[in-house]
């Protein structure tokens, strides 16, 4: 949990999102995780934007500065190259029953 809080901090430094959100992004990136299963469409939209940049040209510039930030604070926390950091997609297909 400790490692949590700081990559959480990163995060509301960095995007607009909810304390709540920001503690599940960063519980899902500090855990390594391939997707990020959310019925919150904003929550959704920024973990997509953060895990590829590119597909949002109109925010393309901001999100990649925002991923470096994200990958950079998940190294840290867990001591793992940066190159082998790879942010969790959100399926836009899953919604909760």
């Known amino acids: 949990m400790r490692d949590i809080w ?7 430094g960095n995007v607009f999102l909810d ?5 599940v992004y960063a519980s899902a990136l ?3 995780a391939e997707e990020l ?3 919150d469409d904003y929550l959704g939209f920024v ?3 953060i895990e590829n940049p590119t597909a949002n040209p109109a925010e393309q510039e901001f999100f ?3 991923r470096a930030k994200v990958i950079e604070g998940v190294s840290t926390a867990i001591g793992i190259d940066a190159m082998q ?13």
């Open 30 to 32: 500090l855990a390594e």
């Open 85 to 97: 950091i790879s942010p969790p997609k959100a399926p836009k297909s899953w919604k909760a029953t």
């Open 64 to 66: 990649v500065d925002v």
């Open 47 to 49: 973990a997509n934007a």
């Open 6 to 12: 700081p990559l959480a901090k990163t995060l509301l």
């Open 37 to 39: 299963l959310t019925a």
């Open 19 to 23: 304390v709540d959100d920001c503690i």
